[in-house]
C-alpha cells in the first residue's frame, strides 16, 4: 500500500483482518495525501486502532467518501 503513488480510492476490509493489519491501513491513510475515497467494512477494530484510524483520517485532508460499517466503530467516534 505505501508504495502506491497515484492511489485515489481505497476500498478494503473483511472479517480476517486482524487489528495489525487496521495499524498498517491506518498508517496508509496518514501518508497518502491523493485518497480521496476510503472505505473499511467488516475489519477487527480494537480501541487502539479506533484512535490509529481516526488521526490518521484527521490527518489526510483530501478524503471526501467515507464509509464505515461492520466493524465497530461509531461516528462521529471516528472524526473529531
Not at 9 to 14: C, M, P, V
Not at 37 to 66: C, H, M, R
Amino acid at each position: 500500500l505505501l508504495s502506491c503513488k497515484a492511489c485515489t480510492s481505497l476500498e478494503i476490509g473483511h472479517k480476517d483482518f486482524d487489528e495489525e493489519s487496521v495499524a498498517l491501513i491506518a498508517k496508509f491513510l496518514g501518508k497518502k495525501n491523493s485518497l480521496t475515497s476510503f472505505s473499511l467494512v467488516g475489519a477487527a477494530v480494537d480501541n487502539d486502532n479506533k484512535t490509529l484510524l481516526s488521526e490518521a483520517i484527521v490527518k489526510n485532508k483530501t478524503i471526501q467518501k467515507l464509509r464505515l460499517h461492520s466493524n465497530k466503530l461509531q461516528l462521529p467516534g471516528i472524526i473529531r
